[in-house]
């Protein structure tokens, strides 16, 4: 079992920057490729974005690219989400994920084993 507690989230007005965290316990975090997802009032959940184990390899949604970046620190066991020029469309619960494995390019929420339990964000215009 991995255990995921994002935290970071907010509210920021459009244009501003959030850092959203995402701290695993329990198995070998270097083993799990990480990734996250977010979803809006209304919405199916979708991919943002994914690193795979050692944090040399990530993937981006196209609607975030440029804007997002994903690391991760795994002396720290610790994924991180830097958000920068927030749009009011990029407001959702934001959700980090483990998969086995060191690939990143999984964009399907049915390919994540572990979730959290989700950080809201919120840009106001």
């Known amino acids: 079992q991995v255990q995921l507690v994002e935290s970071g989230g907010g509210l920021v007005q459009a244009g501003g920057s959030l850092r959203l965290s995402c701290a695993a316990s329990g198995r070998t975090f270097s083993n799990y490729a990480m990734g996250w997802f977010r979803q809006a009032p209304g919405k199916e959940r979708e991919f943002v974005a994914a690193v795979s184990t050692s944090g040399g390899i990530t993937y981006y949604a196209d609607s975030v690219k440029g804007r997002f970046t994903i690391s991760r620190d795994n002396a720290k066991n610790t994924v991180y989400l830097q958000m920068n020029s927030l749009k009011p469309e990029d407001t959702a619960v934001y959700y980090c994920?483990?998969?086995?494995?060191?690939?990143?390019?999984?964009?399907?929420?049915?390919?994540?084993?572990?979730w959290g339990q989700g950080t809201q964000v919120t840009v106001s215009s």
């Open positions: 994920a483990a998969r086995s494995g060191g690939s990143p390019y999984y964009l399907h929420s049915h390919e994540y084993a572990y």
